[in-house]
């Protein structure tokens, strides 16, 4: 056990033997399906309604097929999952409800906004690392549709969106923890701190994110006494092009040179030119699919040997925000090495 | 470390330690405040505002005074807690972001309905016995009118109620969990499966949980071999006496009678003939105030030696009862017995 390892002022775990991820699933929506990232994912759902007869159900229809894939790819059946961790953006999480009821595994339900599969693995990873389950998912997903009628305006009211805004993607991804028989090993983590630095813009989340992102990047350096360059990459969630530059100062400021390292999900799932998402994609299932499609399989691989994978959610409600409150963030790290067993 | 302990298909984990809670604390509204258990809340806010510019932030101004308050009563300082696992009922846990952004403390986002102190427990516990953390806290709060905001009408509209329904209490109950220095420890958790009835009454969501608390109260009693005379007694979060009389059927055609020690903070909390709530009360402060206030002294002066303590959560949204969903629960729940340190 690695808790005796906790030293005061820090909120790092550094795991001693570190849980594996032992399957991944992508579930993409169509816009997703024609970007940069296409040929990574799992599936491509064609239907934005995929199927049912609303937006939330569509999200939940995505979360099942998520489970069940990622459940069936590392070769487990239902009830070997003895917890569920997941979460959505949508109020009182009903995405996540009625997208895993009929799974039967018992849940806990977790909102970091766009963070929350950092969240559900830092969790996920505790338990199994502490011996409580054998195996355990980690899940988070969003939807377009779903997000903008839960955040900003009705669809059909076609408004305008600043430069500054991100595109919510449609998708989920699941993971599956267990003690062995991954390629990717989680070695640490830092929870989050939410950091509010005053910002009021939703339609500019990424810089509400940075701050957050900064706090957790330099935290996980500081705790685990690493340098920048003891990380291949260094990937966040999605805070964008707009929030990436404020990011990259943020740290800069802390002492910290991250530019030639650093990586954004919401940057990389769409092609700014081409797909009209301006600063980028963002939602749960943004760093969730990301990570599933694209940044496992590179560590799987051994082309990357230790990434540090920070989801970033933007906490704000459309009641906080016609209240004038502001929009502080939460980054959750995560340490993902290679392992070759 | 009890992990090794998991059998496959059972949910529950056995603690060897068992985390102690050493420190709690319960602010409660006004109208719980001229309830049976009056006497025993450690505040008492006359201000519905809390001295705030909306319900939103009064529900915020709770959590601050309760987290604080636990906290001294821990004879802790803010710095030696290490994570925070609480929640709230409002869309994107609003209140909590708000609420819990002062305390610089690593936060785990949690959203389980009226069961999230049930979850917050789980994880806390999870957390000190594994030796992830000296000290953690668990949190959950609700607000009659954010509640009434968030989920029905505009309190304006003077909406009647039926019999059925519950009245969500103002208050948030705070918890320190710690390795030793209590008088209570958690020995084991039983943590929730959705359960989904096809019930569609929100305005009877006692009805809607109470198959979700049978669930994991037999879970429980299969898990741990026990009978429900191993417990002194067998207390819900926010069944209501409409949902009591359910789960006493329910836990009956299971081959169990708990009727003799069954007890429910929702019908704890208020005085039905006076005060007018009809079926009890319910939110996720109701069984948190109810367990700081009235449960924990009792077990910690050994009245009482084991109790299992549910947190029971109806999981709907405006949303998905506008779109004809159904509310299925969940409870998770939690193992208290005396100890003499």
Chains 1, 2 share one sequence.
Not at 59 to 79: F, N, W
Request: hydrophobic content about 40%; proline content about 4%; charged content about 20%.
């Amino acid at each position: 056990m690695t808790g005796s390892k906790f030293q005061r002022g820090k909120a790092s775990i550094a795991f001693e033997e570190g849980p594996q991820i032992i399957g991944q699933a992508s579930v993409a929506g169509k816009k997703e399906g024609e970007g940069p990232l296409a040929a990574y994912f799992d599936v491509i759902e064609p239907d934005p309604m995929v199927g049912c007869d609303n937006w939330e159900a569509a999200e939940s229809a995505l979360q099942k097929e998520a489970a069940d894939l990622a459940i069936e790819k590392a070769g487990l059946v239902r009830t070997e999952v003895r917890y569920l961790f997941a979460g959505d953006l949508l109020g009182q999480l009903i995405a996540t409800s009625f997208g895993t009821v009929d799974l039967e595994i018992p849940v806990f339900g977790l909102y970091g906004a766009c963070s929350t599969i950092g969240e559900a693995l830092c969790l996920g990873a505790m338990t199994v690392e502490a011996g409580y389950a054998e195996y355990v998912m980690a899940m988070a997903s969003s939807h377009f549709a779903s997000a903008e009628k839960q955040f900003r305006f009705p669809l059909e009211y076609g408004n305008q969106r600043p430069l500054s805004t991100t595109w919510t993607i449609t998708g989920c991804g699941s993971f599956i923890l267990g003690k062995r028989g991954g390629r990717v090993r989680i070695t640490g983590i830092t929870p989050g701190k939410i950091v509010d630095m005053g910002l009021k813009d939703s339609m500019n989340m990424g810089a509400c994110m940075a701050p957050a992102a900064c706090d957790t990047i330099c935290r996980n350096l500081e705790d685990f006494g690493r340098r920048p360059k003891d990380y291949d990459k260094i990937i966040t969630g999605d805070l964008g092009e707009v929030g990436q530059k404020i990011l990259l100062d943020f740290v800069k400021s802390r002492g910290y040179e991250i530019a030639d390292r650093h990586m954004d999900c919401g940057i990389e799932i769409f092609d700014k030119e081409s797909q009209d998402t301006h600063s980028g994609g963002s939602g749960c299932g943004c760093s969730a699919i990301v990570l599933a499609a694209y940044i496992l399989p590179k560590l799987a691989s051994g082309e990357w040997k230790r990434v540090l994978f920070l989801p970033t959610g933007a906490l704000l409600s459309s009641t906080s925000f016609n209240e004038g409150q502001s929009v502080p963030g939460i980054a959750h790290g995560v340490v993902l090495e290679h392992c070759s067993e």
